[in-house]
């Protein structure tokens, strides 16, 4: 591999003119696509094999035209201090209100709540259910604007009026922060480089492929039912990686001119070398998050997949374009431990070259491996303390912060009309087996009636064919409690005796039901997700590393790292830790999709610095050093990059923080602080302190193994090879 790509990279660079051609016109078909393209509708949430998911489907089959895909809105009026909604003059306005809503061209209806009797029973709080002919993402401005409107003059004329549903939905903004994690990752290349050339292209690369990535999910995100938040996960990822794969490049490049080669030479062996690194990097990325497909949930499978597109991206021009950039800069880019006249250069030396930062580090380590160990292990272990309390659930109006109409909205309905009104579930009677479907209705309601933390029960609405019917059950307990989730599996359970005695079958639907499936769903996978994507990167590596042993130090030090970010995902999100510093105005249950998107995630970029950083510690072991001088020389090489790389990396995550959309700032946060333990606590302490523990034993491979496992040559045995040849076949052509 290593000869192939020493080729590439040496024809990318005499060919940049067509190289960089190919990228700009790429860029700007995916734009083009991007702007033409229709707008992206509300993607769809579905959750194959789950009862509430089957139940969707049966009400779309028995109950057809009453789509659920249209938008809602509850408008919630509450009466002044010592009014009722009851009043004439508020019964007024609540009507006027009502009929103007009614009027909206996309409005399918908007119910009176005097006739539909949805007034509290004290009569202080009343609320109007508004539903729409097309999805939240879809609907209109005016639409919304007329929504807010007829809220504003209720408003006006005394009342205390909230908005909940997903009719005021928006798509998530990500705020300033993310252009503040750019110019950190700007401020941290010039310093590693010392030359702003230098710096400036791992940034114009990184941009570029994430210009291609999300240019082509948007434009696709209306045919394939791509959400906002896809395009976000791809640009987060697709920066992170994008600039640390063009890093490894440039700084590979200057060291080999700090050798003495000539540029195009040096670009050649720049992307033979540490490309093949950037190359099986860029794979175990590509395996994690395509392997969120086994979960079997169609939005985290289309998320996976556009992400490792992205990231496929960063890794193809990581291979062509940087090398292609390094052309046209020319003697601009400097070799390794040059700086710019601007950033200091040019002076002469007054002292010899000290060993850097690195080289110290890892001597101490190597002096010391146990006492490091322990100190790392302790730590990590202390900080995934909080993992132990994990609470997990989806994301409602009640998660919102509470300076927003939808979560004010949601607290009114629950102090008007009790906690669980804002979760009700929905049982879907299927009773066209039955012999008296009416009968099994009827058996149905009593039957629930009966259990524990039911505050009330509605009664059955059959459809035309009077062979299925609806059944609305109020909880006592909020949505997201443990009672709730009792109830719905104890409606569950009473489903086996209904059948025997009417023959007819339940399903428990609704968002509350699906929240629980779906977070019992992601649990189940969790354990064949770890195994299949570990299990693959664990083979992957062996044929790397030519190891058994450093890939399993590898595996053990991710799952120490992810448990740590997991735990402080919980102490942030779930306890309120630093929730104000981090802008967290709601604490709450962790969202059910991040252990499992972090493990997924957090595994291809904890093996982003293994593989570089081992990498080089393996070339200096098969080209003669002992294992500890092996371990020292990786550290001198690489620290300095991996370093940079991850302080980039968490920049970049850290800028989404700042996101209006909870998820998106969880998964920023999650993210950073997982690449900050890995990287710093695992990767720059444990790694090498087990490696000079196991000493040789650390490259020990069975022989019919070695026998087994392809060649890749990530040290560049091949290329050292090859390159000698032409050496001497220069020398040759001289003489």
Do not use: C
Request: net charge negative; hydrophobic share 50%; proline share 4%.
């Amino acid at each position: 591999m290593a000869t192939f790509l020493y080729k590439l990279g040496r024809l990318a660079f005499r060919r940049r003119h067509f190289v960089a051609l190919i990228w700009v016109a790429l860029l700007a078909v995916a734009g083009i696509g991007a702007a033409t393209a229709p707008p992206a509708g509300n993607s769809s949430f579905s959750i194959p094999g789950t009862e509430a998911q089957k139940a969707f489907d049966l009400l779309d089959q028995r109950f057809p035209g009453q789509s659920a895909d249209g938008a809602t809105a509850r408008v919630v009026f509450k009466a002044p201090d010592g009014e009722k909604m009851t009043d004439a003059d508020n019964k007024a306005t609540v009507k006027k209100t009502v009929e103007e809503l009614a009027d909206g061209s996309e409005v399918a209806a908007a119910a009176d709540p005097y006739e539909a009797k949805t007034v509290s029973e004290d009569g202080t709080i009343a609320y109007s259910s508004v539903t729409y002919d097309v999805s939240g993402m879809e609907l209109e401005e005016s639409s919304k604007t007329a929504l807010e409107d007829a809220a504003q003059e209720a408003r006006d004329a005394g009342l205390t009026v909230e908005i909940g549903g997903d009719a005021l939905s928006a798509v998530p903004e990500t705020g300033a922060t993310e252009v503040i994690g750019i110019a950190v990752a700007a401020v941290v290349l010039v310093i590693t480089f010392g030359s702003l050339v230098a710096a400036g292209l791992p940034l114009l690369t990184a941009l570029i492929g994430v210009g291609i990535g999300v240019s082509s999910i948007t434009a696709l995100a209306s045919a394939l039912e791509l959400g906002s938040t896809t395009s976000i996960l791809a640009m987060m990822i697709g920066l992170a990686v994008g600039i640390d794969y063009a890093l490894f490049i440039v700084s590979r490049y200057r060291a080999e001119l700090a050798e003495g080669r000539e540029r195009e030479e040096a670009a050649g062996r720049a992307v033979g070398t540490a490309g093949s690194a950037v190359v099986f990097a860029g794979l175990t990325v590509v395996i994690a998050l395509v392997g969120l497909a086994v979960v079997n949930i169609p939005m985290l499978t289309k998320m996976g997949i556009a992400a490792a597109a992205t990231v496929a991206i960063a890794v193809l021009i990581a291979l062509t374009m940087v090398p292609a950039l390094l052309g046209y800069a020319g003697r601009r880019v400097r070799p390794a431990g040059a700086k710019s006249k601007l950033l200091g250069g040019g002076r002469a030396e007054k002292k010899p070259a000290k060993d850097n930062m690195g080289t110290r580090w890892a001597r101490f380590v190597v002096r010391r491996p146990v006492a490091v160990l322990l100190l790392g292990v302790v730590g990590l272990g202390a900080a995934a303390i909080p993992a132990t309390s994990l609470e997990l659930g989806l994301g409602d109006d009640g998660s919102q912060p509470t300076s927003t109409t939808q979560r004010r909205a949601y607290d009114l309905l629950s102090e008007g009309f009790g906690a669980g009104f804002n979760g009700p579930l929905v049982v879907v009677t299927d009773a066209k087996n039955s012999d008296d479907p009416d009968a099994a209705f009827t058996k149905v309601t009593d039957e629930i009636k009966g259990l524990d933390d039911v505050a009330m029960v509605a009664p059955a609405t059959p459809n035309k064919a009077g062979d299925t019917a609806t059944i609305t059950v109020i909880p006592d307990s909020k949505p997201s409690s443990v009672t709730t989730e009792d109830l719905v599996h104890s409606i569950r359970d009473a489903g086996g005796s209904i059948k025997s005695d009417t023959g007819a079958e339940i399903y428990v639907t609704g968002s509350t039901a699906m929240n629980i499936d779906v977070s019992e769903k992601l649990n189940d996978a969790l354990l064949p997700y770890l195994v299949l994507v570990v299990g693959l990167a664990f083979l992957l590596l062996i044929v790397v590393f030519r190891s058994v042993l450093v890939p399993l130090k590898a595996a053990l030090g991710f799952l120490l790292s992810v448990l740590a970010a997991l735990g402080a995902v919980v102490a942030v999100f779930q306890w309120g830790w630093l929730a104000g510093l981090l802008g967290v105005e709601q604490t709450g249950p962790v969202m059910s999709m991040m252990p499992i998107f972090m493990v997924g995630v957090v595994f291809g970029l904890a093996m982003d610095y293994e593989v570089f950083l081992v990498t080089r510690m393996r070339e200096a072991y098969v080209h003669g050093e002992k294992p500890e001088e092996a371990i020292v020389t990786g550290f001198k090489h690489g620290a300095r990059v991996v370093t940079a790389a991850a302080v980039i990396m968490m920049a970049v995550f850290a800028g989404f923080i700042g996101s209006s959309e909870s998820m998106v700032k969880m998964i920023g946060f999650g993210l950073a602080i997982a690449v900050f333990f890995d990287a710093f606590v695992v990767r720059m302490a444990l790694v090498p302190a087990v490696l000079a523990l196991l000493g040789k034993r650390a490259w020990w491979l069975p022989k019919w193994l070695d026998r087994a496992l392809p060649n890749v040559d990530v040290e560049g045995e091949g290329l050292k090879a090859l390159t000698d040849r032409e050496d001497e076949e220069q020398e040759l052509a001289r003489a």
